[in-house]
């Protein structure tokens, strides 16, 4: 049997198969699309991670700037010879901000005991507050030694 040749010279079947030849060099719109959108859920999946990463760096620098603070106050009372209720009174405190942009409070108080002996009876104590991100101080001063902590979202350093 005889094959029957198809030869096609015409200028349409050239144009044709040129552009079967040829591969798509570019994305489709609907390839484009797909893309921003899986790049637009990792970034919402990571946002929550990276927000917590960036609280959680203010609370550390704040505890060690509060702890410095505190540090600083100390040295100063024991090089002086003042006592400790007149700390916070001798000394002018340099305008220092914690990470969001708020003064520190620094404060003498009483730290109070259950203890009968009068050797661990009621102390006092110096505290360097952070009120933290709501810039709202929550955390009472006079509390009892035993459960003595921060409220809220402060950053409390305590020194005896």
Do not use: C
């Not at 552009?19 to 919402?44: C, D, H, K």
């Not at 505890?63 to 001798?90: C, K, M, W, Y």
Request: proline residues 6%; charged residues 20%; glycine residues 4%.
């Amino acid at each position: 049997m005889n094959q029957p040749s198809y030869t096609h010279t015409g200028r349409a079947f050239q144009i044709t198969q040129a552009a079967r030849r040829r591969r798509p060099s570019g994305q489709t719109l609907v390839e484009i699309s797909v893309m921003i959108a899986v790049l637009m859920f990792v970034a919402g999946s990571l946002l929550p991670v990276v927000a917590d990463s960036i609280l959680s760096t203010r609370v550390v620098r704040a505890r060690h700037d509060a702890a410095r603070i505190a540090t600083t106050l100390v040295n100063f009372q024991r090089d002086r010879g003042l006592p400790l209720e007149q700390l916070v009174s001798a000394l002018p405190i340099p305008h220092v901000t914690d990470p969001w942009g708020h003064a520190f409070l620094v404060n003498v108080d009483v730290l109070k005991t259950r203890e009968t002996d009068p050797s661990k009876a009621d102390r006092l104590a110096l505290f360097v507050i952070s009120a933290g991100p709501d810039g709202v101080i929550e955390t009472p001063f006079a509390q009892d030694r035993a459960t003595a902590r921060a409220y809220g979202d402060d950053v409390i350093v305590r020194v005896q």
